[in-house]
């Protein structure tokens, strides 16, 4: 009894130190992301740009769409109009209307713009807003944070989940998707 309770104690603690070191702080600002993790994409599917082309200019929104989905493995997400999987930054404060992700950061994870009101599918519009990024974009806000996509993502993939533990794919209603997160780096 009391040899099992050691073992226990000592496998608590080894995973306690080992959350502890993955979640140690890391460069703000990481150019890299893990392997690309895709997986097909869920309905609704984004039309190929040859399809549902509208009638005639005034018939063409100018918001950019977004689009809760549930993939197989990430769960829930949301996507863009071109089937980028959208992330949220947890160095970005909700409360104030600014992106803390500005010049290289800005480069390796695109900030979601829009030209007029977002239009969504699946997602509560009172949470979708857009703040005045300091070159003059509106980024596309949701429940208060920025959107933002990897880069050099192909549609549907959630390549930087997790990435420096600060990226995380959202879910539909701000919040961040855990799902699919890095295995810790020894």
Same mark, same amino acid.
Request: glycine share 8%; aromatic share 6%; net charge positive.
């Given at each position: 009894m009391r040899r099992s309770r050691l073992t226990m104690l000592v496998v608590i603690a080894a995973l306690v130190v080992g959350a502890a070191m993955w979640w140690q702080a890391a460069d703000p600002v990481s150019r890299t992301?893990?392997?690309?993790? *895709?997986?097909?994409?869920?309905?609704?599917?984004?039309?190929?740009?040859? *399809?549902?082309?509208?009638?005639s200019p005034a018939d063409t929104p100018s918001g950019t769409r977004l689009t809760a989905v549930y993939m197989t493995r990430m769960g829930q997400a949301i996507l863009d109009e071109t089937g980028a999987v959208l992330f949220r930054y947890e160095r970005d404060n909700p409360h104030k209307a600014r992106s803390a992700c500005l010049g290289d950061c800005a480069v390796v994870w695109t900030p979601v713009t829009t030209t007029g009101t977002p239009l969504v599918t699946g997602i509560d519009p009172a949470l979708v807003d857009t703040i005045k990024r300091p070159e003059g974009a509106e980024q596309v806000t949701l429940a208060g944070r920025p959107l933002y996509k990897f880069?050099?993502?192909?549609?549907?993939?959630? *390549?930087?989940?997790? *990435?420096?533990?600060?990226?995380?794919?959202?879910?539909?209603?701000?919040?961040?998707?855990?799902?699919?997160?890095p295995a810790p780096v020894q």
């Amino acid at each position: 009894m009391r040899r099992s309770r050691l073992t226990m104690l000592v496998v608590i603690a080894a995973l306690v130190v080992g959350a502890a070191m993955w979640w140690q702080a890391a460069d703000p600002v990481s150019r890299t992301a893990s392997a690309p993790v *895709t997986e097909a994409l869920p309905s609704p599917r984004v039309p190929s740009p040859g *399809t549902a082309r509208p009638s005639s200019p005034a018939d063409t929104p100018s918001g950019t769409r977004l689009t809760a989905v549930y993939m197989t493995r990430m769960g829930q997400a949301i996507l863009d109009e071109t089937g980028a999987v959208l992330f949220r930054y947890e160095r970005d404060n909700p409360h104030k209307a600014r992106s803390a992700c500005l010049g290289d950061c800005a480069v390796v994870w695109t900030p979601v713009t829009t030209t007029g009101t977002p239009l969504v599918t699946g997602i509560d519009p009172a949470l979708v807003d857009t703040i005045k990024r300091p070159e003059g974009a509106e980024q596309v806000t949701l429940a208060g944070r920025p959107l933002y996509k990897f880069a050099n993502a192909r549609p549907g993939e959630w *390549t930087g989940q997790g *990435t420096d533990h600060l990226w995380f794919v959202v879910k539909p209603d701000g919040q961040r998707n855990l799902n699919c997160l890095p295995a810790p780096v020894q």
